[in-house]
Structure formats: structure tokens, C-alpha cells
């Protein structure tokens, strides 16, 4: 972010100050922090067994702001979001092996890095 701050001064006893009211140009840098993870596909509600889910199309929905990051995860079913203001959210991921359609839906509050995060979705 970037923005203008204008600073004034007076002097002393009434003193006049050179060049005040100034104002100044500045820089905010907001870091935010990462939710990484895995989709699997699970064969059944038990998901006892599994498999990553590579392509699958995943929606992150930041339920304060109402807005929405979409992206596709690697061949390994891997994804990462970066940048994420610390709320709450809900993610939805979706895909297909070829035989089957999965679709999954998780909710959390990120409060800090989220890594390798394990998200089931299940036929449907």
C-alpha cells in the first residue's frame, strides 16, 4: 500500500517552522501468511483409502470480505494460497480421477501459516 502523510510543527514561543505543514510519500508492505496443503481423493466416507487428486480446482472464500481465490492444484494434488490476511474461510475442492467426481468442503480460521494441510473430498 501506498499513501501521503502530512506532518505539521510549531515552534517555540510561537517560532515559525520551515517547510510545515510537510507532507511525505510512504510505503506499507503487508505480508500475509500461507495455506499449503494436499487434496485427496478418499474412495468412501471412512477414507481409509485415499489417493492425492492432481488438477483438482480449489475456492478459497474468506467469509469477512466475502472474496474468493480460485486455483488448481499441481500433478500431486498439491496447492498452495500465499498472502492470506489472518480470518476466517472456507475452501471447497473439487476434481475428477477420470472415473469418479470428488467434491470436499472444509472451514477454518487461519490464525497463522497453515502447511500441508490434508483436505478430503469424497464421490459424489
Not at 490464525?111 to 500441508?116: A, C, P, T
Amino acid at each position: 500500500y501506498t499513501g501521503k502523510i502530512s506532518v505539521s510543527a510549531s515552534g517555540n514561543g510561537g517560532a515559525i517552522v520551515e517547510n510545515s505543514p510537510s507532507t511525505i510519500t510512504v510505503t506499507l508492505t503487508v505480508t500475509g501468511y500461507t495455506f499449503s496443503g494436499t487434496v485427496i481423493a478418499c474412495a468412501d466416507t471412512s477414507c481409509v483409502v485415499s489417493k492425492p487428486l492432481p488438477g483438482a480446482t480449489l475456492s478459497l472464500l474468506n467469509t469477512t470480505t466475502n472474496q474468493t481465490i480460485t486455483i488448481v492444484a499441481d500433478g500431486s494434488g498439491n496447492f498452495t494460497f500465499t498472502n492470506l490476511a489472518i480470518d476466517p474461510y472456507t475452501l471447497t475442492a473439487s476434481g475428477s480421477d477420470g472415473i469418479l467426481n470428488y467434491l470436499g468442503t472444509v472451514s477454518f480460521s487461519l490464525n497463522g501459516d497453515k502447511l500441508n494441510f490434508p483436505v478430503d473430498v469424497y464421490p459424489h
